[in-house]
């Protein structure tokens, strides 16, 4: 029973910005660490950004830095990924992932296309 749904991918030109939100439930969302990967065509999936439990602690990927922002809100069972001068190698499909009693849960995905 636990489910999480991304939103917010979108065909985004060079330089734009995108606000992905992943809707979380079936688990206690407080006290979990969540994640955000991405997977582009013939690529592997890599880290994106991570978020501990409480939000005070925050780890990206060394390509993303000063340029995405992951955040939670506990009381709303969320957590977003704010995109800033997006490039077309951000192009992918993003997923938001969770550890639960030692299992991995992802979402569905949404894509996420940078292009002029």
């Known amino acids: 029973q636990v489910q999480l749904v991304e939103s917010g991918g979108a065909l985004v030109q060079p330089g734009g910005s995108l606000r992905l939100s992943c809707a979380a439930s079936g688990f206690t969302f407080s006290t979990n660490a969540m994640r955000w990967y991405r997977q582009a065509p013939g690529k592997e999936r890599e880290l994106v950004a991570f978020i501990t439990s409480a939000g005070l602690g925050t780890t990206y990927a060394e390509s993303v830095k000063g340029r995405f922002t992951i955040s939670r809100d506990n009381a709303k069972n969320t957590v977003d990924l704010q995109m800033n001068s997006l490039k077309p190698e951000d192009t992918a499909v993003y997923y938001c992932?969770?550890?639960?009693?030692?299992?991995?849960?992802w979402g569905q995905g949404t894509q996420v296309t940078v292009s002029s």
């Open positions: 992932n969770a550890l639960v009693l030692f299992r991995n849960y």
